[in-house]
Nanobody, 123 residues
Framework: QVQLVESGGGSVQAGGSLRLSCVAS????????MGWFRQASGKEREGVAC???????AYPASVKGRFTISKDNAKNTLYLQMDSLKPEDTAMYYC?????????????????WGRGTQVTVSS
């Protein structure tokens, strides 16, 4: 089991950028598939980015071209670069991991979760 702690959230105006970080402990991320999810108030949790063990990535249409997921195995850290932010990106953002996992945008693809970091985008 890996422990995940997110940071980097905050308040930003529309069109701005934020970079989220997720530091892992308890295990190396080399053998984990990773993902970023978000949950807005009153809505279901949705996947916004995933990365497989060998670096393959996937994004839903709502964020493709604006969000970029990356992983630094040496630092045991997952990142989410978010550009051209919109008010509809406002949500709690969570990172997730699954040992030997593939890249998937469904919550069922992941076993370990962080507690989240809040992102608020104002118009």
């Amino acid at each position: 089991q890996v422990q995940l702690v997110e940071s980097g959230g905050g308040s930003v105006q529309a069109g701005g950028s934020l970079r989220l970080s997720c530091v892992a402990s308890g295990s190396t991320l080399n053998n984990y598939g990773m993902g970023w999810f978000r949950q807005a108030s009153g809505k279901e949790r949705e996947g916004v980015a995933c990365i497989s063990m060998n670096g393959g990535t996937a994004y839903p249409a709502s964020v493709k071209g604006r969000f970029t997921i990356s992983k630094d195995n040496a630092k045991n850290t997952l990142y989410l670069q978010m550009d051209s932010l919109k008010p509809e990106d406002t949500a709690m953002y969570y990172c997730a991991a699954k040992l030997f996992g593939l890249c998937g945008l469904n919550t069922r693809n992941f076993d370990d979760w962080g507690r989240g970091t809040q992102v608020t985008v104002s118009s």
